[in-house]
Nanobody, 127 residues
Framework: QVQLVESGGGLVQTGGSLRLSCTASGRSFSSYAMGWFRQTPWKEREFVSSITYIGRTYYTNSVKGRFTISRDNAKNTVYLQMDSLEPEDTAVYYC?????????????????????WGQGTQVTVSS
């Protein structure tokens, strides 16, 4: 069983920065695409960013130029650096590991493409 543990959330003012981390248990971390999603009480869980096993990255339009996803395979960890945060970024952020068959492309934008999820970490941006 794979476990994903997120950390790094918190309260920050508009324009501030946070870095989320997600560490995975198990083997072969480097072989899987990883993703970040977010959810608020009034919206479904939505795609934020993903990174393939070879490091190709994808972002939803609203975070392009502000968020950066990266991975450290030696540490089994994926990161989400969030800069220029806005109140609209307030949400619970979830890390997820893609299914083995999902390697790249727009399939990574879909929640159904992910097999394992973390417990989530709260990000609150005050205005």
């Amino acid at each position: 069983q794979v476990q994903l543990v997120e950390s790094g959330g918190g309260l920050v003012q508009t324009g501030g920065s946070l870095r989320l981390s997600c560490t995975a248990s198990g083997r072969s971390f480097s072989s899987y695409a990883m993703g970040w999603f977010r959810q608020t009480p009034w919206k479904e869980r939505e795609f934020v960013s993903s990174i393939t096993y070879i490091g190709r990255t994808y972002y939803t339009n609203s975070v392009k130029g502000r968020f950066t996803i990266s991975r450290d395979n030696a540490k089994n960890t994926v990161y989400l650096q969030m800069d220029s945060l806005e109140p609209e970024d307030t949400a619970v952020y979830y890390c997820a590991r893609a299914r083995p068959s999902i390697r790249n492309g727009e399939s990574l934008f879909n929640r159904q493409s992910y097999e394992y999820w973390g417990q989530g970490t709260q990000v609150t941006v005050s205005s």
